[in-house]
């Protein structure tokens, strides 16, 4: 079935080490998303591609930043993570003029220590 | 912008009653709207999309309506089922070139058995 997989599904790093999630889709959208969902809270949008395009939300820290490779890879990197970043970090992808919504991966829970 | 209130914030039933929940949205603009489903500690799966010229979608046990002009969505679960416990997230996509999906908050379903 055509998807959307994040890896790993939960990471644990230490305050201030860099740490990379990753996403692949085979829908072949042409838009890849991050969000951040803090417990009970909405996902919040991070940045997007729009194809090879980036996008970045303007309250996202610097502290993230975001790779797209090629169409089929996503990475999120987070530079230093601190405690406030632990949450859980969602790729979602679309394609953009054809209605089909959004589809969601099943998400990396991250913990920082 | 665009500012998404989901109601209740929690609901909780017996099996077996019909339910509905309910998804207002300030900027009635929108290209379409999308209701999905959020398991603890999970990512989101998509349960409906209804495009803005659309009224309403069904699959099997839930049934979504779109009223634009009015700025409310609803979800109706038939029948409900412990198994249908979860959080439900409405979200609204402006389209054009805002790419962003602007989510409620959601509302926490609890279904006893």
């Known amino acids: 079935d055509a998807m959307v997989i994040q890896n790993p599904r939960y990471q644990v790093t230490q305050f201030g080490k860099p740490v990379t999630l990753s996403c692949s889709q085979t829908?072949?959208?042409?838009?890849m998303y991050w969000y951040q969902q803090k417990s009970s809270q909405a996902p919040k949008l991070l940045f997007h591609?729009?194809?090879?395009?980036?996008?970045n939300e303007a309250d996202t820290p610097d502290n993230f930043q975001s790779r797209r490779p090629n169409t089929s890879f996503c990475f999120l990197d987070i530079r230093s993570p601190g405690l406030g970043d632990a949450a859980m970090y969602l790729c979602?992808?679309?394609?953009?003029?054809?209605?089909?919504?959004?589809?969601f991966g099943s998400g990396t829970r991250l913990t920082v220590v | 912008k665009q500012e998404v209130t989901q109601i209740p914030a929690a609901l909780s039933v017996p099996e077996g009653e019909n339910l509905v929940l309910n998804c207002s949205f300030t900027?009635?603009?929108?290209?379409?709207l999308q209701w999905f489903r959020q398991d603890p500690g999970k990512g989101l799966t998509s349960l409906l999309l209804?495009?803005?010229?659309?009224r309403e979608q069904t699959s099997g046990r839930l049934n979504a309506s779109l009223d634009k002009s009015s700025g409310r969505s609803t979800l109706y679960i038939a029948a409900s089922q412990p198994g249908d416990s979860a959080t439900y997230l409405c979200?609204?996509?402006?389209?054009?070139?805002?790419?962003?999906?602007?989510f409620g908050k959601g509302t926490l379903l609890t279904v006893n058995p």
């Open positions: 900027d009635s603009a929108i290209y379409n």
């Open positions: 979200a609204v996509w402006e389209g054009g070139s805002n790419y962003k999906l602007t």
């Open positions: 979602a992808t679309s394609m953009l003029g054809r209605g089909y919504g959004y589809t």
């Open positions: 829908l072949n959208h042409n838009v």
């Open positions: 209804i495009q803005s010229s659309q």
């Open positions: 591609y729009y194809d090879k395009d980036f996008n």
